[in-house]
């Protein structure tokens, strides 16, 4: 079946420190990744997608690219800021009407 | 615009009562959806609407009822509910069954 796997958090990291959140997929057929982020108290936004392989999205400074394969998926931002905070969540689409997700991952920046 | 949004934001509920949750988009997509959203977890899937007509519905206990009386309008009629089914309750929406699903604020729903 289609599954995602993100890395356990919560990540903690300093200002300015460079972000990665692994993610990884296990899908049948072609999916589209997402990558969505949830701040305190409030639903989720989509971040960025990549649709097919190789495809990079980006957002805001954040950048992930589609490797079919590594079947990964990996969130990454040069320099984080407080307000980054949140819990970000991997998600893959196949069609059907239904997203997967991984089960989200933490994120603290302290200054 | 990407906006979809939910009312109430904040709702409490004995287990007697019936109260609805409605969600609202205006970006013209025709697939709409409820998810359940427990603390540090990730949302769970419970119905979808496609053209105004529902076409998955996860199992879900039939206290929840979900209607959608038109392409922008998504209800969701809770009664006699549990304790357990406090969550926050999102409603997202898509311009098709392949995509991007852009969520609402939700709905934190408590019950006494």
């Known amino acids: 079946g289609n599954s995602v796997t993100q890395m356990e958090g919560p990540v903690t990291l300093s200002e300015e420190a460079f972000l990665t959140i692994n993610c990884t997929y296990t899908?049948?057929?072609?999916?589209?990744l997402f990558w969505y982020v949830q701040y305190p108290g409030e639903g989720l936004q989509l971040l960025l997608k990549?649709?097919?392989?190789?495809d990079k999205g980006s957002n805001k400074g954040f950048e992930a690219t589609y490797r079919k394969e590594t079947t990964s998926f990996h969130l990454e931002k040069g320099s984080v800021q407080v307000s980054d905070s949140a819990v970000y969540f991997c998600?893959?689409?196949?069609?059907?009407?239904?997203?997967?997700f991984g089960t989200g991952t933490r994120l603290l920046v302290s200054p | 615009d990407t906006e979809v949004t939910q009312t109430p934001k904040h709702l409490v509920m004995g287990m007697t009562n019936k109260k609805s949750l409605k969600c609202e988009q205006h970006?013209?997509?025709?697939?709409m959806y409820w998810y359940k959203q427990k603390a540090k977890k990730p949302p769970e899937l419970m119905f979808v609407?496609?053209?105004?007509?529902?076409?998955i519905n996860e199992s879900v206990p039939s206290r929840f009822s979900p209607e959608c009386p038109n392409s922008s309008l998504l209800n969701l009629h809770l009664h006699a509910l549990q304790p357990e089914d406090s969550a926050l309750y999102l409603c997202?929406?898509?311009?098709?069954?392949?995509?991007?699903?852009?969520f609402g604020p939700g709905t934190r729903l408590t019950v006494t």
């Open positions: 609407y496609s053209y105004e007509k529902l076409s």
């Open positions: 990549a649709t097919k392989a190789d």
């Open positions: 899908a049948t057929g072609y999916p589209s």
């Open positions: 997202a929406s898509s311009q098709a069954v392949v995509g991007e699903q852009y």
């Open positions: 970006m013209g997509h025709r697939a």
């Open positions: 998600a893959l689409g196949t069609g059907f009407q239904k997203l997967v």
